[in-house]
């Protein structure tokens, strides 16, 4: 059954993010092209330990080579963590529907990420900026807990030159000086933009909490549920929609996500627990 | 084709049949496999559903997902009841349909049915108020032959399939066809069944009929209090999980030696587990228990309903008989409707 045979990826580098965050950059064993659709996520095999779901935050343009940033928190991650350039992990995907790029033609996109959440964002901003033209503008508002959090540091500066896109960050806590950006929850970030609600799509990735406070806030700004797009995480562990462990409602989001429309979960219960 | 034939004639011609493949017989209190000609003679085919559930055949407990598993002699499921036939076709949507299982798909292709109609319902049987019924007809999911009664001596053999007409042309075909005092007699011997699983249930529940049961599971979020009070008793044992026909989640689990040495298999997995959707870091969208207990209803009476249009549970009752607790799935439905204010003897 090849479905569920990864395909050997070697380790070409390792950045380290935060204290706990990691981005490892992966090339096929054989060679081959890896290509995906931003938002898609792979399964990713630490060989005799477990496998787990992660989104690259890489762009899809890029097909010699994927990023993916993960956090040490679980048995997998941390074998990871400890892993060496040179190291052989597997990969198996790409799995699911990524973000309607389409879609957002023509409109103003405002993305809000929390913490590690920026890791498939980033592949969606990378993949925005080849076509910018297209949109009308693009709003990056990011939070992380204190500026240490803060992933992709050495992105920051580049993007802030780009012309179409702004960028909002905070910082929940931070040492006096450390910080010259707004201090507070992400949420706040989202009453210094000016955007045009009607023309404006929104997608938010973060930790559960992050994602339920940022949504409330939205609604609360009128944005419509179709207007609002989720990245959503669970447990999926086949990605074929088979296993059931990612179920949510009647939908299992390797299959059907992760990538949802505010409309499609508003009626399932608990969806960021 | 339609033939009838006497039982001792039946079971001769299954004898002469033996070396074509495993014959399994699905009608007995426990499955087992024939083992000389004679083990024909042991085969009941009026009782009920066996014990275990029959997706062992098809996906089994655990299996290698590496490999492929190569199946080229046939398996014949001897006695199959209706229930599990409804159960088969929960695997078949999940398994061969949309995306193609191939180890699911090779079994299945394996797999010679000669179901048989299921006179004797006991207490926990309820296929009657879920849209199924206690025999097999043109709208039960694909047999490939079907026993039915006429009486204690007399079958009708039916084909439902290019394979069972073929194997009823090549091994019965000098039988008479069945006459329409046959068919009455049989209709009369499923009427009393039908009637039967119904009269058991009628202190619990009435025939589905407007989706009701999907409306009623659909909104109970608000019920909270009544999933808290029903999930009392459950001592999470995943019993009613493994032992259920159609339910099908499984658990990967990798334990590669090397990138070039992979290994892994899938075991079936219990949605009733705290682990089950927990995710790394300790998050769980399925903290309490009664949450987990919601969840098993609901894929049955509401998921999987939105996803093909049918329900993923069958009414063959292992559930009820299997639970350490004694939690009955259709007092529990039960109490749901009229927590809803439901009229549910109508």
Same mark, same amino acid.
């Given at each position: 059954? &090849?479905?569920?045979?990864?395909?050997?990826?070697? #380790?070409?580098?390792?950045?380290?993010?935060? =204290?706990?965050?990691?981005?490892?950059?992966?090339?096929?064993?054989?060679?081959?092209?890896?290509?995906?659709?931003?938002?898609?996520?792979?399964?990713? !095999?630490?060989?005799?330990?477990?496998?787990? =779901?992660?989104?690259? &935050?890489?762009?899809?343009?890029?097909?010699?080579?994927?990023?993916?940033?993960?956090?040490?928190?679980?048995?997998?991650?941390?074998?990871?963590?400890?892993?060496?350039?040179?190291?052989?992990?597997?990969?198996? $995907?790409? +799995?699911?529907?990524?973000?309607?790029?389409?879609?957002?033609?023509?409109?103003?996109?405002?993305?809000?990420? $929390?913490?590690?959440?920026?890791?498939?964002?980033?592949?969606?901003?990378?993949?925005?900026?080849?076509?910018?033209?297209?949109?009308?503008?693009? #709003?990056?508002? +990011?939070?992380?807990?204190? =500026?240490?959090?803060?992933?992709?540091?050495?992105?920051?500066?580049?993007?802030?030159?780009?012309?179409?896109?702004?960028?909002?960050?905070?910082?929940?806590?931070?040492?006096?000086?450390?910080?010259?950006?707004?201090?507070?929850?992400? !949420?706040?970030?989202?009453?210094?933009?000016?955007?045009?609600?009607?023309?404006?799509?929104?997608?938010?990735?973060?930790?559960?909490?992050?994602?339920?406070?940022?949504?409330?806030?939205?609604?609360?700004?009128?944005?419509?549920?179709?207007?609002?797009?989720? &990245?959503?995480?669970?447990?999926?562990?086949?990605?074929? $929609?088979?296993?059931?462990?990612?179920?949510?409602? &009647?939908?299992?989001?390797?299959?059907? $996500?992760?990538?949802?429309?505010?409309?499609?979960?508003?009626?399932?219960?608990? =969806?960021?627990? | %084709?339609?033939?009838?034939?006497?039982? /001792?004639?039946?079971?001769?011609?299954?004898?002469? %049949?033996?070396?074509?493949?495993?014959?399994?017989?699905?009608?007995?209190?426990?499955?087992?496999?024939?083992?000389?000609?004679?083990?024909?003679?042991?085969?009941?085919?009026?009782?009920?559903?066996?014990?275990?559930?029959?997706?062992?055949?098809?996906?089994?407990?655990?299996?290698?997902?590496?490999?492929?598993?190569?199946?080229?002699?046939?398996?014949?499921?001897?006695?199959?009841?209706?229930?599990?036939?409804?159960?088969?076709?929960?695997?078949?949507? %999940?398994?061969?349909? @949309?995306?193609?299982?191939?180890?699911? /798909?090779?079994?299945?292709?394996?797999?010679?049915?000669?179901?048989?109609?299921?006179?004797?319902?006991?207490?926990?049987?309820?296929?009657?108020?879920?849209?199924?019924?206690?025999?097999?007809?043109?709208?039960?999911?694909?047999?490939?032959?079907?026993?039915?009664?006429?009486?204690?001596?007399?079958?009708?053999? @039916?084909?439902?399939?290019?394979?069972?007409?073929?194997?009823?042309?090549?091994?019965?075909?000098?039988?008479?066809?069945?006459?329409?005092?046959?068919?009455?007699?049989?209709?009369?011997?499923?009427?009393?069944?039908?009637?039967?699983?119904?009269?058991?249930?009628?202190?619990?529940?009435?025939? @589905?009929?407007?989706?009701?049961?999907?409306?009623?599971?659909?909104?109970?979020?608000?019920?909270?209090? *009544?999933?808290?009070?029903?999930?009392? /008793?459950?001592?999470?044992?995943?019993?009613?999980?493994?032992?259920?026909?159609?339910?099908?989640?499984?658990?990967?689990?990798?334990?590669?030696?090397?990138?070039?040495?992979?290994?892994?298999?899938?075991?079936?997995?219990?949605?009733?587990?705290?682990?089950?959707?927990?995710?790394?870091?300790?998050?769980?969208?399925?903290?309490?228990?009664?949450?987990?207990?919601?969840?098993?209803?609901?894929?049955?009476?509401?998921?999987?309903? @939105?996803?093909?249009?049918?329900?993923?549970?069958?009414?063959?009752?292992?559930?009820?008989? *299997?639970?350490?607790?004694?939690?009955?799935?259709?007092? *529990?439905?039960?109490?749901?409707?009229?927590?809803?204010?439901?009229?549910?003897?109508?």
């Amino acid at each position: 059954m &090849s479905t569920y045979k990864p395909k050997n990826f070697k #380790i070409l580098k390792i950045i380290e993010e935060t =204290p706990n965050i990691k981005t490892f950059t992966l090339k096929p064993l054989d060679e081959t092209k890896f290509n995906f659709h931003t938002g898609q996520f792979i399964e990713l !095999t630490v060989y005799g330990i477990g496998e787990a =779901p992660f989104t690259p &935050s890489s762009s899809p343009y890029e097909t010699e080579t994927i990023d993916l940033t993960i956090m040490r928190v679980g048995r997998m991650t941390e074998v990871l963590h400890s892993m060496k350039e040179g190291d052989i992990v597997g990969v198996r $995907g790409p +799995y699911g529907k990524g973000y309607p790029v389409e879609e957002f033609k023509n409109k103003e996109v405002l993305i809000i990420g $929390g913490g590690v959440g920026l890791a498939p964002l980033r592949s969606l901003i990378l993949t925005l900026i080849e076509r910018i033209s297209e949109f009308k503008k693009i #709003i990056l508002c +990011y939070g992380a807990r204190t =500026p240490q959090d803060v992933v992709y540091k050495y992105i920051f500066p580049k993007w802030k030159k780009i012309k179409g896109l702004e960028i909002l960050r905070s910082v929940d806590r931070c040492q006096v000086d450390e910080w010259d950006e707004t201090i507070g929850v992400v !949420t706040c970030l989202l009453d210094k933009i000016n955007v045009d609600v009607k023309n404006t799509v929104a997608i938010v990735c973060g930790p559960p909490i992050m994602m339920k406070f940022t949504t409330l806030k939205l609604v609360e700004k009128k944005f419509k549920p179709q207007q609002i797009y989720l &990245s959503m995480e669970r447990n999926m562990s086949c990605g074929l $929609g088979k296993c059931g462990h990612c179920q949510i409602g &009647s939908y299992f989001i390797c299959k059907d $996500g992760p990538v949802f429309s505010w409309e499609q979960l508003k009626d399932i219960p608990e =969806p960021f627990e | %084709m339609k033939i009838h034939i006497n039982y /001792k004639e039946f079971i001769d011609k299954l004898k002469e %049949m033996f070396d074509k493949g495993d014959w399994i017989s699905c009608s007995n209190s426990h499955f087992f496999k024939l083992q000389s000609i004679n083990d024909f003679d042991k085969v009941e085919l009026t009782t009920i559903r066996p014990t275990e559930p029959i997706k062992i055949f098809l996906f089994q407990y655990r299996s290698n997902i590496i490999e492929n598993i190569k199946k080229n002699k046939t398996l014949f499921l001897l006695g199959v009841k209706n229930c599990d036939l409804q159960a088969i076709k929960v695997l078949d949507k %999940m398994f061969i349909s @949309e995306y193609i299982d191939e180890n699911y /798909k090779n079994l299945r292709e394996s797999i010679i049915i000669f179901s048989s109609d299921c006179p004797k319902p006991n207490q926990t049987c309820f296929c009657a108020i879920l849209n199924s019924k206690p025999y097999i007809d043109n709208e039960s999911y694909s047999t490939d032959i079907n026993i039915s009664f006429i009486d204690e001596k007399n079958l009708i053999l @039916e084909s439902f399939s290019e394979k069972g007409e073929e194997i009823l042309k090549n091994y019965f075909s000098n039988f008479a066809q069945p006459t329409k005092t046959d068919f009455e007699k049989r209709d009369s011997i499923r009427d009393f069944a039908l009637k039967k699983i119904l009269e058991f249930n009628n202190e619990f529940l009435k025939e @589905e009929k407007k989706e009701k049961y999907y409306k009623t599971l659909k909104n109970t979020y608000e019920l909270d209090n *009544v999933w808290q009070k029903e999930s009392e /008793k459950c001592v999470q044992c995943g019993g009613c999980n493994f032992i259920c026909p159609s339910c099908y989640c499984f658990l990967i689990r990798e334990y590669s030696k090397s990138y070039n040495e992979k290994n892994r298999d899938r075991v079936w997995d219990v949605c009733h587990f705290t682990g089950y959707s927990r995710v790394a870091g300790g998050a769980n969208p399925r903290k309490y228990k009664y949450q987990r207990f919601r969840n098993r209803y609901q894929c049955k009476f509401v998921y999987r309903y @939105e996803n093909f249009n049918f329900y993923a549970c069958t009414g063959c009752g292992r559930c009820i008989e *299997v639970c350490p607790a004694k939690i009955d799935i259709r007092k *529990v439905i039960r109490n749901l409707l009229l927590a809803k204010g439901e009229e549910i003897l109508v």
